[in-house]
């Protein structure tokens, strides 16, 4: 059963990424701040979960929790910054874009760039512990996928609605068959 708070303060924020490891799309990352009674069946982290799972729980989220936000960060971003610090920045951006300011942060992973306002506490495994970051992982999941399937009806020789981007066997192959896009990350090894 995930717990529904670290810290113990109001408005605490869970926050989490999706699409560090892909070889194409930008990074999305989302942050949600939940009720205090938030339940939500089958919430995990997103990659334990269904489609239709995800789906729903998002639906959910959406509608229930307190804020939520989604950010994203460029392909530009990902090749100047590198895509630790990328991440970090659509982090950044989704703790901004919420309609609260939050107390504290709790940050899915080990490694985090502080927010200017905003303390946080990393937890490596968090997506399944904790609810808020499970719920942020959900929406950074779908709203990316969501992304990935439209840039998949554009270039569908690589099977993105499939793969959102990671670096599968198909996905290397129809790079070698057809080169990059422009949506693929140039500085990361594509083949």
């Known amino acids: 059963m995930l717990l529904s708070s670290f810290s113990g303060q109001p408005l605490e924020a869970g926050l989490d990424e999706a ?4 070889l194409a799309g930008p990074v999305f990352a989302a942050a949600v701040v939940l009720p205090p009674d938030f339940t939500c069946d089958h ?3 997103s990659k334990q979960m269904t489609a239709r799972r995800r789906d729903r729980a998002r639906e959910q989220i959406c509608r229930e929790a307190v804020a939520w936000a989604v950010a994203e960060a460029s392909l530009e971003e990902i090749a100047s910054l590198n895509i630790a610090q990328a991440s970090y920045l659509a982090m950044h ?7 609260v300011r939050p107390t504290h942060l709790i940050v899915d992973g080990n490694r985090f760039r502080p927010h200017a306002t905003v303390p946080h506490t990393c937890h490596i495994g968090g997506d399944a512990r904790f609810q808020s970051i499970a719920a942020a992982s959900v929406l950074a999941k779908t709203f990316r996928d969501d992304r990935m399937h439209e840039l998949a009806a554009a270039y569908p020789q690589y099977h993105w609605e499939q793969n959102a981007g990671y670096p599968t066997a198909q996905h290397r192959a129809a790079i070698r068959e057809h080169g990059p896009t422009a949506h693929h990350r140039l500085g990361f090894r594509l083949l």
């Open 93 to 99: 951006r989704a703790v901004d874009a919420l309609g």
């Open 19 to 22: 699409g560090r490891g892909c």
């Open 43 to 45: 919430l995990n982290d």
